[in-house]
């Protein structure tokens, strides 16, 4: 008996222990899926689908999730910023599938796959929008709408954009300057069927009617140097993540190789988004592996790598502690949103047209990791804006583990609703340095509070 309950204890130790190292998924309070990386000013913004929590056996996904970072390990969520009900034209009530965005003259356009619906785009001021529908329908107008997914947007150093989607071929069109509208002096109306030849995609294995090279879906276009990548979901179901170059932006392509292969954990699905930030290159990718993942509840994932000296992918295995280093320190004495999350469990987040978003579903040992927190000054004083129509709860200000050391414990009250927002302040004793900070949450009872923000202070 003694043996069974050491051998428990080293279980639950280990599964912290690996959770604490853990970076990937990055998302850990809602499902994410089909990142789409875009790098503006020193942020790198996240775009990605929303595989809603389902048991049954397709994909529900109602809206397009936006998240940002500036040190590569704390993500702060800013919830849907579009959805379906933006394309007042469809009529689908499902089928938010992989987005691609984009800033051109101080505009961000969301290209947004409507499944069954074709392709629209979105216009924005800023990267959370409000997104606004310029078209008021489609942007690519074909035949095979069913087809038409995964649109993925590239500028080209003459300042030419072009758009690559589809499965189980690859369309390209150029888009004009507006963003809004296409080319139509090229192709078929302005859409060019890339040539899918076993030297451009790899010979399938098994081929059918309708796919005979390695590709699948999930374009990605991005260039470095003289070298264009071609970077696309390949193999069929499971997917892998495969890539070919050339030497512009449409080709001729050579197919070069897996990036990503099959490994314990990933989707029947892969979706690549590659991004150079701050002087690094990272692939953006999707897994199954939060509590409760599978091919419908999916998770987004990153991995940083170096290209080969020739150019070429390195092969990237997905690795749960993914981004180990952060590129930036983060300031607790600005107030942060409680939403900025390095590692987070049994939390989720919410949005009100008061607050935007804010973190619920709050109940005892759950907790909130938030990495690389600079407190140069040390600091006495913690703040945090929060609402309970419950017996509220405590959180434990902790830094180095959820059981690492306590810095202060705050008490939250009831404010008399779950959105009646009231600042708490407690005393915390915080010396200089740069400490991990978790925020381990305490009480009986379920949804003891809703957190929106914090800041440390004198
Ligand atoms: O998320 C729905 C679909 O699954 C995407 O459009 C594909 O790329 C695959 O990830």
Known sequence: MENKIKLLFMLASSILFFNVKAQNPIVQTIFTADPAPMVYNDTLFLYTTHDEHTTSNFFTMHNWQLFSTTDMVNWTAYGAVASLKNFEWSEQTNGAWAPHAIERNGKFYLYCPIHGDGIGVLVADRPYGPFTDPLGGRLVETERVWDDIDPA????DDGQAYLYWGNPNLFYAKLNEDMISIDRTIGNNGIVAVDMTPEAFGAREKPDDRYTT??????????RGDIYYMIYAAKGIPEYIAYSTGPSATGPWK????????????????HPGVVDYNGNYYLFYHSQELPGGGGFNRSVCVEQFEFNPDGSFPTIIPAREGITKSTANLDPYRRVEAETIAWSEGITIDYSEETGVFVTSINDGNYIKVRSVDFAQGAQKFQAALASESEGGFIEIRTGGVDGKLLGTLEVEN???????????????????IHDLYFVFKGEGDNLFNFDWWVFGK
């Not at 390695?214 to 260039?223: D, F, R, T």
């Not at 404010?415 to 340095?433: D, P």
């Open 255 to 270: 197919y070069r190789g897996i990036i990503m292969g099959r490994h314990p954990g990933l989707a029947f699905t892969n």
């Open 415 to 433: 404010t008399g609703s779950m959105q009646n927002w009231v600042v708490h302040t407690s005393k915390v004793e915080v010396e200089g340095g």
């Open 153 to 156: 947007v590239f500028i080209d």
């Open 214 to 223: 390695n590709y699948e879906e999930a374009p990605w276009l991005y260039k």
